[in-house]
């Protein structure tokens, strides 16, 4: 195992040092062992098989309170519960990027609950005695990243037909439709924090949220996709053909979808700012230490100066990021979040993950072409960062809207 970058960060506290070691354990013993197995089977479907691996990460997960901590139910101030949450995400992040993501996204269907915060809402899909797997589903067959693009004209536009519409009907929310293939946890979720149109005539901006059980009559769902990179991530598409639910559990109604989705992009932009500091990470520790074994022209090839170069500007570049992305989190925690910050975070830190994976493969050589090395699999989980959670490309182009 790679000696860890040295952490700079002062003043924290011992019991976040505490929870970065306990966690920094688990994600060496669990969740990077776990990520590099799952990645290597050749049928995404076995990735969410009963004996996967993957139960276990999730079992562990739990276990150790993590989830709460990640969520801030940890009874700590807003500072220290940022601090935790980036803590904890850069180091799963640094175990797998599509475990950290799963694991993330799990709690999405209870973070609206408490929201909204109406008990039997709390107790339904937030309740620790039912621990309950979530997903995200926003995207859609015939729409990705432009259903995040709150300020963009094409937003408001009526002629842009949503694929998931909820229609009221007495006290109960009729949804027909289906989500794209790109849902997270998309064929495990329990529950989906469901993104969809209950007014078309408003486009987009007529969407509404609802807290959805999967194991409703008319819930049907796809085969897991078979992905590039991040493969521990479970994706697949959910189909909704006339599933009804009660009339509390539509949580945000159209009036205010805009600013839901501008929160959401902030919260989920921040969280992928920290996590993809934990994917240049591993690379940045992998090729420091391989050029240190790494024998070329008699000496180790850290010892040529082309090889020393790369190295110290990939670790500028993941200390450039990782400062970022805990000052975002930091801010997010305790002001408003200011969306274009989060997205800074999120681009930045995903351009920074792939480039400093590739450079990591190029110190490696030919060897880093090898699925026997493990540089290979963390550029393919960083690329795809590029595209998830927002297209970098759209992003800034919503960032823009807010200088």
């Known amino acids: 195992m790679p000696t860890p970058m040295p952490d700079i960060e002062i003043g924290l506290s011992d019991e976040e040092r505490e929870i970065r070691d306990v966690t920094r354990k688990f994600v060496e013993e669990v969740v990077r062992p ?57 180091e799963i992040g640094w175990g797998d990027s599509g475990i950290a993501i799963s ?35 926003i995207t859609e067959p015939d729409h990705g990243s432009d259903t995040l693009a709150f300020d963009q004209p094409h937003f408001g536009d009526p ?66 996709l078979d992905k590039l990179g991040q493969r521990a991530l479970n994706q697949g598409e959910i189909f909704f053909d006339d599933v009804r639910i009660p009339s509390e559990y539509m949580v945000v109604g159209s009036d205010a979808y805009s600013t839901i989705v501008e929160l959401v992009l902030a919260t989920a932009n921040a969280f992928m700012g920290t996590t993809f500091v934990g994917v240049a ?35 500028s570049q993941v200390e450039a990021a990782r400062s970022l992305s805990r000052r975002v989190m930091l801010y997010n925690s305790t002001q408003p979040p200011l969306v274009q910050y989060s997205i ?33 699999k963390l550029l393919r989980d960083a690329r795809a960062s590029m595209i998830e959670d927002g297209c970098n490309d759209l992003l800034g182009l919503v960032g823009a809207e807010k200088l």
């Open 159 to 224: 002629s842009i037909r949503a694929n998931c519409i909820a229609t009221k009907d007495g006290d109960e929310w009729v949804i027909r439709g289906q989500k794209a293939a790109w849902v997270s946890n998309g064929t495990i979720a329990t529950v989906a924090a469901l993104f969809c149109t209950i007014d078309p005539s408003q486009g987009f901006k007529g969407g509404g949220v609802a807290l959805v059980p999967l194991d409703l009559l008319g819930v049907s769902r796809g085969a897991p």
């Open 281 to 315: 990470r591993a690379a940045y520790e992998h090729a420091l230490e391989y050029s240190r074994q790494r024998v070329q022209g008699g000496v180790p090839i850290f010892q040529h100066q082309n090889v020393k170069s790369k190295l110290f500007r990939m670790f």
């Open 344 to 376: 800074a975070s999120k681009t930045f830190c995903t351009q920074t993950a792939f480039e400093v994976a590739s450079q990591a493969l190029q110190i490696f050589g030919g060897n880093g072409l090898s699925r026997e090395y493990p540089v290979e």
């Open 34 to 90: 776990a990520g590099i197995e799952l990645d290597r089977l050749h049928d995404p479907a076995d990735v969410i098989a009963k004996d996967s691996v993957l139960w276990r990460v999730f079992e562990k997960y739990r276990d150790l309170g993590l989830h709460a901590l990640e969520s801030g139910e940890a009874g700590v101030d807003p500072m220290s519960s940022a601090r935790i949450r980036y803590l904890v995400n850069e």
């Open 103 to 137: 694991l993330g996204v799990a709690g999405f269907p209870g973070m609206f609950a408490k929201l909204v915060g109406r008990p039997e809402l709390v107790e339904r899909f937030a309740s620790p005695e039912r621990p309950e797997i979530g997903c995200w589903a």
